[in-house]
């Protein structure tokens, strides 16, 4: 059984969870989610595996961007209204005031070669940070509700839909995510029979 939120160790402050988030910031070039999964799941254990993803899967369908939505809820979730702003302003603040720093540095040496190459070096590592987040979150599927293997077809079908066929993202969230959920229900129905 997985363990509950209160289960686990978390912030005791808002004030923690603001710091906790403006780390995670500032250390997400490319993309947060992978340092988000690492530092709440591996390095302060604030949520399994399990509750990372759900929280994920619940944060990725919401309109706007996904580590802002997943702050949030996961602010709101322990320190109510006070906890989703703290969270969210520690994700947003110290980043803020990095990219407009950035962005008036980029302005003034946009057509350098060195910046043009650093540019597309961090590409690369952004997608080698998205893809090594996906192989962790992968190993949660072996417990999905549903099974390995329908999860693992889900996902496939959700990477061929987005990656090859360039499908829409509302189509795939709404075709594949409602086959997901309606799998989840009917695997969860069938385990409170027994």
């Known amino acids: 059984m997985t363990p509950t939120l209160d289960d686990r160790p978390g ?3 808002a004030a923690e969870l603001f710091w906790a988030f403006s780390a995670m910031a500032l250390q997400g070039f490319g993309g947060v989610m992978a340092v988000v999964q690492r530092e709440l799941v591996e390095r302060r254990g604030w949520l399994s595996n399990e509750q990372f993803v759900e929280d994920w899967a619940v944060a990725q369908v919401m309109p706007g961007p996904n580590v802002c939505n997943l702050a ?3 602010g709101d979730r322990l320190f109510g209204w006070r906890g989703a702003l703290a969270a969210l302003a520690g ?5 803020l005031v ?15 070669a060195a910046m043009v190459g650093a540019l597309r070096g961090m590409g690369a590592v952004a997608a080698g940070l998205i893809a090594g987040t996906a192989l962790k979150l992968g190993d949660s ?4 509700p549903m099974g390995a293997l329908p999860a693992l077809l889900l996902a496939a079908a959700a990477f ?3 990656a090859l066929a360039r499908l829409p993202l509302h189509l795939i969230v709404f075709v594949l ?5 309606g799998l989840t229900w ?3 129905r069938r385990g409170e029979r027994r």
């Open 98 to 112: 990095l990219l407009l720093t950035l962005g008036a540095l980029y302005g003034r040496f946009a057509q350098h």
């Open 91 to 95: 994700l947003l603040a110290f980043p």
């Open 186 to 188: 009917r695997a969860l």
């Open 72 to 74: 949030l809820m996961y």
């Open 160 to 162: 061929a839909g987005v």
């Open 141 to 144: 599927l072996r417990r999905h």
């Open 177 to 181: 995510g409602g086959a997901a959920y």
């Open 11 to 13: 912030p005791r402050t």
